[in-house]
Structures are given as structure tokens and as C-alpha cells.
């Protein structure tokens, strides 16, 4: 009998043990399942749809404008193609720094209304004045490039400030002050300027 009991306790504990060993072994949870090894990852992400997958929302956005993009080509007058020529495009409301038909710079630009209109033509630079003022209007033309009599191609402070809401007294206006001194810098007595619609 001694044995017996013996036996059995021996039984009893060892079926506790494995019951406690179940409980401390449960069935494999969702995030035990899911976990892999480093080397499992790299051959995961290694497939063409994992990698897919993988591409963060930033870098699809990053990409697909890039590819989409085309810059325009911008074909400015025959007239403008060879040496210095201030080119300005009624048309494009450009103002265009060509030389040797490469374009240095681009300005936007505003022209004369029906009263008083910007003439067309092919025209030279006959004067250059940095802090110009009317003596008709007296406004002040900065960086004035006169080409066809009292007209000029200089920056504008109303056109930077109304835009396109109103028209000049004939002059080429331009908007963008650092550009304009860039050209006014650039251009010389003796180079050509063309208007063309």
C-alpha cells in the first residue's frame, strides 16, 4: 500500500508538472507567428511585390511627379537666335535674355495699352539708365534699357504690385527687381531688342 501511494503521488506530481509546463508553454500567439529571422526578412524583401509593399507613401509621391514632368521648350522669335538680343514676347508676356540662341534669363513682362502701345520691331539699346524717372509721368523706371524713343524695358513697381490689372505707357515693364538688375548688368549699349506678338 505504501507503495501504491507512492506510485501514484509520483504520478500526480508528474502530471501536475506537465500541466503546469502546458500552461507555460501556450499556442503560438499572432505576434510569435509572425516574427522572423533577419535572414527570412531579407528573402522576403528580396521579391518584387514585398518591395512594393515596403516603398514608404513618401518616396511613391517623390517618384511619380518626377516622371511625369516635361519641361517646355520655349521657341522665342528667328530674329532673337544669334548674338545679344533682348527678346521680348508679346505673346508669352516674356522678356527674354538670348545669347547665341541660348536663354540666359526670363522676366515677365507687361506692355503699352491701345492709347499708348509698345512698338514692334527689331530695335537697339541706345541708352542705359539705373535710376530712371519719367519726365513725363514721373514715375520711377529702374534699370530703364531705352530702345525706340521714350520706350524702355526697366522694372516696374506698379506692374509688381497690380500685375497685369493695368497696362503701361508704352515701356516693357518687368516685375522681378533682382532680374531686371541682372539683365540691365548684362546687357550693352549696341544690343538688339526684338518685340514681336
Known amino acids: 500500500m505504501v507503495r501504491k501511494r507512492t506510485t501514484t503521488a509520483a504520478l500526480v506530481t508528474g502530471l501536475a508538472m506537465m ?10 500567439t499572432a505576434q510569435t507567428r509572425t516574427a522572423v529571422t533577419p535572414a527570412a526578412r531579407t ?16 518616396t511613391r509621391v517623390a517618384t511619380a511627379p518626377t516622371a511625369a514632368k516635361k519641361a517646355k ?7 532673337c537666335r544669334t548674338g545679344r538680343v533682348v527678346c521680348v514676347s508679346k505673346k508669352t508676356r516674356k522678356v527674354y535674355w538670348v545669347v547665341n ?14 492709347r499708348t502701345p509698345t512698338r514692334n520691331g ?21 534699370f530703364s534699357l531705352f530702345f525706340s524713343g521714350g520706350q524702355a524695358v526697366h522694372y ?4 509688381a504690385r497690380r500685375g497685369y490689372s493695368r497696362t503701361s505707357h508704352g ?11 541682372t539683365l540691365f548688368n548684362a546687357v550693352r549699349v549696341g544690343d538688339r531688342v526684338v518685340v514681336y506678338k
Not at 521648350?73 to 530674329?79: A, E, P
Not at 540662341?101 to 491701345?114: E, N, P, V
Not at 515701356?171 to 538688375?181: D, E, F, P
Open 156 to 159: 516696374s513697381p506698379d506692374f
Open 171 to 181: 515701356c516693357v515693364n518687368t516685375r522681378q527687381y533682382s532680374k531686371m538688375r
Open 122 to 142: 527689331k530695335f537697339k539699346v541706345y541708352r542705359k539708365s539705373r535710376n530712371h524717372v519719367s519726365s513725363l509721368y514721373h514715375t520711377p523706371m529702374p
Open 43 to 58: 528573402a522576403t524583401a528580396a521579391t518584387p511585390a514585398a518591395a512594393a509593399l515596403a516603398a514608404t507613401p513618401a
Open 101 to 114: 540662341g541660348k536663354i540666359k534669363l526670363t522676366l515677365d513682362a507687361r506692355f503699352g495699352g491701345k
Open 73 to 79: 521648350r520655349v521657341v522665342v522669335d528667328k530674329r
Open 19 to 28: 500541466g503546469t509546463t502546458l500552461f507555460l508553454a501556450p499556442p503560438a
